[in-house]
């Protein structure tokens, strides 16, 4: 497509964006609430507006920039991987760092291994193809599972497992893809080199991502802002920073962004809750956004002469490489049959990916146009196909426990002075509606108080007379330093003992 690049087409042409893209934005939620009696997955909605109003289809808008969609790609999912981060349980964390690792290691090694396999050797595909596809399709992607996977009730030990391999599997993905362009480049590849990056991507990104949040932490119990937004602007330079500062150092930036969610998730802080709120909101629009244009650089009409490879491509992968990796890399940790089946079915590809594609077509391999064409269509597929039978699944295995609606309501504490005071929210146990503690005879903290009741979606106010149940969702203002002392006095009442396998994740 030729552009016209004089200052009048460029007016024009950003007056066009202004104008559709947040139409588009807004069809995607429109339709997002609709669909989702049907649980289709939002990702799902966001690429399907972005195919629709795409130039193969409506040709509302022509687009087809796939190193702009790398980029924002890649800063979508900093936002996204530290949402997920702040919001995991440290406690599910420490249950799931064997099989988490292992198939964010040698489980994206296994996936290419057999990937390859089944391609060149079963199908006789051409090298140069076979290869650039098992490894840039090896692994699981962080955007799809934390959007699909946070809305399935699934134990904590799988949903942790699986949401923490889909944060710590891009580096091994992204250096397995360099490699192999470097090789097919050249014809030679550099094993040594390889692993010592590789090793120093793993281990650089958590350190550095602890660095920083920390430093984080330090930053919002001091300075107190009367301005609520400076809370905001800080996290995002936050966030930036943990991703941006492990980039120049070599290392895993989507690690450490995930990293520094977690330390800050974990951590006691003031403004906490609203902080969270914030970058739920963040890593929403973030993920919404980069799947619309992922969607508007589909050129479905590419797909006539090679649909077939890539439903080949798509079984291979979700029945042959992705079940193999799971079934011989976590043997011996204890997991059971039922959910190494459901680990098969749940390793979504998505966003990492498509980026992963645009790589081969950067260095101008032959056949790099063709593997970003297989690549779409086989993410499309598993975001469709898995992504959103992922809760039937779960149900027929019988892993899917009763889940909770999320609550229409929420406080957030707004300050105007120097104070060590937030709001903690918690979540009372199962069962539904199990009896608990009239509120006048819990021992809250000096100085605490229940601010919000939360029952079937129905606002409580909080009487010393109100007898709290399974279920319910309390908000209580109270020090940030309290909050364990907080938690203890809620759950205990109800034979649990407070700690971090008890925070939210709203």
């Known amino acids: ?35 989702d009696r049907f649980s289709v997955p939002v990702i799902l909605v966001a690429l399907g507006i972005g195919i629709l109003f795409g130039s193969d289809v409506l040709n509302v808008w022509y687009f087809e920039d796939a190193a702009l969609t790398h980029q924002i790609a890649n800063l979508a999912l900093v936002f996204i991987l530290f949402q997920g981060g702040f919001s995991t349980k440290q406690v599910a964390v420490r249950q799931a760092a064997l099989p988490a690792g292992g198939m964010a290691t040698w489980g994206v090694v296994l996936t290419s291994l057999a990937s390859y396999v089944c391609l060149r050797h079963g199908l006789g595909w051409p090298l140069e193809v076979a290869l650039l596809l098992a490894v840039i399709l090896s692994s699981t992607d962080a955007a799809a599972i934390f959007s699909i996977l946070r809305r399935q009730a699934l134990p904590p030990r799988l949903s942790a497992t699986l949401e923490v391999e889909s944060a710590a599997n891009d580096p091994m993905a992204i250096l397995l893809t360099a490699a192999a362009v470097e090789m097919l480049k050249s014809g030679e590849m550099n094993g040594w080199a390889t692993a010592g990056l590789f090793l120093w ?54 690690l450490a962004a995930f990293t520094a969610g977690f330390v800050m998730g974990n951590s006691h802080f003031i403004y906490k809750q609203g902080v969270r709120n914030f970058s739920a909101a963040l890593a929403t629009i973030a993920n919404i956004g980069a799947f619309v244009l992922m969607g508007l650089l589909v050129f479905p009409h590419r797909w006539a002469g090679l649909w077939t490879d890539g439903l080949v491509l798509f079984a291979v992968l979700t029945f042959v490489a992705r079940p193999a990796a799971v079934w011989i890399g976590t043997l011996g940790m204890g997991i059971s049959a039922r959910e190494k089946l459901f680990m098969s079915w749940a390793g979504l590809r998505g966003a990492v990916p498509i980026a992963l594609a645009t790589f081969p077509l950067a260095e101008g391999l032959p056949a790099g146009e063709d593997v970003f064409n297989l690549v779409f269509f086989a993410v499309l597929l598993s975001v469709a196909l898995q992504g959103g039978t992922l809760g039937p699944v779960a149900r027929v295995l019988g892993l899917s426990t009763p889940s909770r609606p999320m609550p229409r309501y929420a406080l957030e504490l707004v300050t105007m002075a120097k104070s060590d005071l937030d709001l903690v929210v918690v979540d009372l146990p199962d069962p539904q509606g199990r009896p608990g503690p009239r509120i006048r005879d819990l021992r809250l903290p000096a ?15 909080p009487k010393g007379n109100t007898r709290l149940l399974g279920w319910d969702q309390v908000t209580v203002l109270a020090r940030a330093a309290d909050e364990d002392l907080v938690r203890e006095a809620l759950l205990s009442p109800f034979g649990k003992t407070a700690g971090p396998d008890d925070w939210i994740s709203p």
């Open 447 to 461: 100085g605490a108080v229940i601010t919000l009741v939360i029952r079937d979606g129905e606002v409580l106010t």
């Open 1 to 35: 497509m030729v552009l016209d690049e004089s200052p009048q087409a460029v007016a024009m042409d950003l007056s066009y964006t202004y104008l559709i893209a947040p139409c588009l934005l807004i069809l995607v939620v429109i339709a997002a609430v609709w669909l």
């Open 201 to 254: 991507k793993f281990s650089a990104g958590p350190a550095l991502g602890w660095l920083v949040a920390r430093s984080a932490v330090f930053l919002f119990n001091r300075l107190n802002p009367q301005e609520r937004g400076y809370y905001y602007v800080l996290l995002v330079g936050v966030i930036l920073l943990s991703h941006g500062l492990t980039e120049l150092a070599q290392g895993s930036g989507m």
